[in-house]
């Protein structure tokens, strides 16, 4: 199983808000690309993905969007529309939710009021924790285990106090080169790692 987290801290919990913010500060479009490029190939999809998607920029909670590719049905296709969508559908399902409380949203996508912190404390306990850094360990360099999760970030950074907690929790940072690259290119560059081993 490959499981990447994304942690975006401009993306509005709010779904009218979120599909207004498409190509604006907040660029929630990321999460979109992110997803299609973790999800999808051509033709078909990696059943043995997970991804969740943190979004940060709320009143109340965070959101955290959780997609199981082997459980996923009505795609309903891959294009940034029908992407956007799924993630706004599941931020009005979790309208009115406490603290910590999820919510099934369709086959193979559940919402949470839950934060960064706490999910990667959960994911901790049965994967291996790897934050996506310029500054890491070269990828080809690093041994991985059966339950990889990738940690990254939408364009706002980690912020430093983060980098302790998760180091306290046993990840690594691996990295992809030196260029600045989007999360959904990063992506891509592990899925291709990945397949080779
Ligand atoms: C657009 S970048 C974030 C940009 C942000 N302004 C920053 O300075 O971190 C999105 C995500 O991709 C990761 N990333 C980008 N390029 C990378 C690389 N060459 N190697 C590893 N991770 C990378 C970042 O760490 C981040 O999690």
Redesign the pocket.
């Known amino acids: 199983m490959r499981t990447f987290v994304v ?1 975006a801290r401009a993306a509005p919990t709010d779904s009218q808000a979120l599909l207004a913010s498409v190509g604006k500060e907040a660029h929630p479009e ?1 999460l979109a690309h992110t997803l299609m490029n973790a999800v999808f190939v051509a033709q078909s999809h990696r059943p043995d993905v997970k991804v969740h998607l943190v979004l940060e920029s709320t009143r109340d909670f965070s959101r955290t969007i959780s997609f199981d590719a082997s459980a996923m049905q009505e795609i309903g296709g891959f294009d940034e529309r029908a992407l956007l969508g799924k993630i706004a559908k599941a931020l009005d399902a979790s309208r009115g939710m406490s603290k910590d409380e999820m919510r099934p949203v369709e086959s193979g996508i559940t919402v949470r009021t839950t934060s960064f912190e706490r999910l990667v404390q959960e994911l901790a306990e049965d994967h291996q924790l790897f ?4 500054k ?1 360990t070269p990828i080809r360099e690093q041994a991985f285990d059966g339950n990889p999760c990738f ?8 912020p430093k106090k983060t980098f302790h907690g998760l180091e306290r929790l046993g990840a690594k940072k ?10 959904s ?2 992506v891509v560059l592990i899925h291709y790692e990945l397949d080779q081993r």
């Open positions: 942690r990321i934050v996506m850094d310029r890491g940690l990254l970030t939408d364009h706002i950074p980690m691996i990295a992809l080169g030196s260029r600045m690259l989007f999360a290119q990063c």
